[in-house]
T-cell receptor, first 114, second 114 residues
Framework: DADVTQTPRNRITKTGKRIMLECSQT?????MYWYRQDPGLGLQLIYYSFDVKDINKGEISDGYSVSRQAQAKFSLSLESAIPNQTALYFCATSGLGGLTGELFFGEGSRLTVL | TQLLEQSPQFLSIQEGENLTVYCNSSSVFSSLQWYRQEPGEGPVLLVTVVTGGEVKKLKRLTFQFGDARKDSSLHITAAQPGDTGLYLC??????????????FGKGTKLSVIP
């Protein structure tokens, strides 16, 4: 079983719908992240959390919200999805912060907004 | 803003050939990481380089960190189809409140043709 699990793996929805992407991890890491990947744009940080009571905005947080329900669970919500939020979304964890911490990624959730 | 530029964006080569991909910045990074992402999966860490001039080898892959810690390269010897994937470099960028988060380059998409 994967250490970082994302659900759903694929989702097609319509403009204006509310969408939640869920992430759970068994690595015991405190730090969790949500990234968005678009072709040719690399990975962009949406939100990150250092522990259950800590939520921080990343570089592209507009239109997104997150919830850290437990150490092992971090969900990403799109309150009213729009077509330019069509992308591949990755959850990641890290046991270390700072300058050299390795990120462990889930397998991704592909979201299509029509 | 600390940006990482990767080149080339795309590379298609025959099995057995050698290749080098680059990760450059105008900023100094305390460390750089290289990840490989295979289709349908999340990125996986290959190596972290932390010292200017450092060279690390991982089987047929050789990673080098520039003396000034502004650039890095990845050289693959005798490429194999299993090397196909998206190669991402990443480095810690200051995100405020004393914390650093990884910033990613846009990646080099490598295709190795049998």
């Amino acid at each position: 079983d994967a250490d970082v699990t994302q659900t759903p793996r694929n989702r097609i929805t319509k403009t204006g719908k509310r969408i939640m992407l869920e992430c759970s991890q068994t690595k015991g890491h405190d730090r969790m992240y949500w990234y968005r990947q678009d072709p040719g744009l690399g990975l962009q940080l949406i939100y990150y959390s250092f522990d259950v009571k800590d939520i921080n905005k990343g570089e592209i947080s507009d239109g997104y919200s997150v919830s850290r329900q437990a150490q092992a669970k971090f969900s990403l919500s799109l309150e009213s999805a729009i077509p330019n939020q069509t992308a591949l979304y990755f959850c990641a964890t890290s046991g270390l912060g700072g300058l050299t911490g390795e990120l462990f990624f889930g397998e991704g959730s592909r979201l299509t907004v029509l | 803003t600390q940006l990482l530029e990767q080149s080339p964006q795309f590379l298609s080569i025959q099995e057995g050939e050698n290749l080098t991909v680059y990760c450059n910045s105008s900023s100094v990074f305390s460390s750089l990481q290289w990840y490989r992402q295979e289709p349908g999966e999340g990125p996986v860490l290959l190596v972290t380089v932390v010292t200017g001039g450092e060279v690390k080898k991982l089987k047929r892959l050789t990673f080098q960190f520039g003396d000034a810690r502004k650039d890095s390269s990845l050289h693959i010897t005798a490429a194999q189809p299993g090397d196909t994937g998206l190669y991402l470099c990443a480095g810690p960028a200051y995100s405020g409140a004393g914390s650093y988060q990884l910033t990613f380059g846009k990646g080099t998409k490598l295709s190795v043709i049998p």
